[in-house]
């Protein structure tokens, strides 16, 4: 009822000598929030990535995110690294 899919971005291994896994989707299914699930899912992802040998895991996150999801990456010792902003305009 959880998932996440990590990728790793070659060109900037090959840049910066380190193995970074991006987590590019963590997903709990509504019905299924407040469980521990995406923690559950996210430090397996993590484990599994370190035993294959990626050194360090990177993600995104809207900070103003209604489901915790900023809580739940400071608790597993994310640290920002930057801050962008996204302008849109309606037709």
Known sequence: ?????G???EADTAVTGVRDVWIGQLGTRRTHRGRG???L???RSMTEAA??????ASLGVDAEN???????????DFSVKSKSVT???PF
């Open 1 to 5: 009822m959880a998932y996440s899919l």
């Open 7 to 9: 990728y790793e971005h």
């Open 37 to 39: 699930l995406g923690r």
């Open 41 to 43: 899912v996210l430090t």
């Open 51 to 56: 035993g294959i040998g990626f050194q360090r």
């Open 66 to 76: 209604p489901t915790g999801a900023l809580g739940l990456y400071e608790s597993l």
């Open 87 to 89: 302008y849109r305009r």
